[in-house]
């Protein structure tokens, strides 16, 4: 089964009261992304360590539970940092991170690298018999081949796409909106 690929940069999500401390005035979606609810608002940070900083990173909405800092593999070891790979939202061992506005600072253990993971509705879960959390495998790319094992993440109004990092883009030589070979 044919499956779109969404790359994704390295990015902030934040709580209602992280974001108003950074911020403290109200945000503009700049644009909506490819999952329901999902957006880039016209914020960005600096992330750094005492080694390294990345300026104007995008902050995405809508707010979260919990802060969490996104960056790529190559982005960590520019950092000084080692952050595990997880799933949204688990923040077991994150690294410790600075997330800097104009207005302030806040440093919190909230750096990860986001496990590769397929969106995908309920109905189409329900359909090929995929299980949240399930692990599967997808082919990538057309120059430089490879599979890949991603877990499925259900969500009822989702919209099917496969989620890898830059560095795994730039292996397998993948652009946004590219398609890979789900196999099930």
Avoid: W
């Avoid at 259900?154 to 796409?161: D, F, L, R, S």
């Amino acid at each position: 089964m044919k499956i779109n690929i969404g790359v994704s940069n390295r990015h902030v999500h934040l709580t209602k009261e992280d974001y108003d401390l950074l911020f403290g005035d109200e945000y503009k979606i700049i644009k909506n992304l490819s999952q329901p609810s999902d957006f880039v608002t016209d914020k960005v940070v600096t992330l750094k360590t005492s080694k390294y900083e990345i300026k104007n990173v995008k902050v995405l909405g809508p707010f979260r539970d919990y802060t969490q800092v996104e960056i790529s593999r190559s982005d960590s070891i520019k950092f000084g940092i080692n952050p595990p790979v997880r799933e949204s939202g688990d923040l077991f061992d994150a690294e410790t991170i600075t997330i800097v506005s104009d207005k302030c600072e806040i440093t919190k253990k909230c750096a990860i690298i986001s496990q590769r993971h397929i969106h995908i509705s309920l109905e189409e879960a329900q359909n090929l018999n995929l299980e949240n959390g399930q692990i599967v495998n997808v082919k990538l790319g057309k120059e430089k081949k490879g599979i890949i094992e991603c877990f499925i993440k259900i969500k009822e109004n989702a919209v099917t796409e496969l989620h890898i990092d830059t560095d795994d883009a730039c292996a397998f030589i993948i652009n946004q909106n590219d398609e890979g070979d789900l196999l099930i």
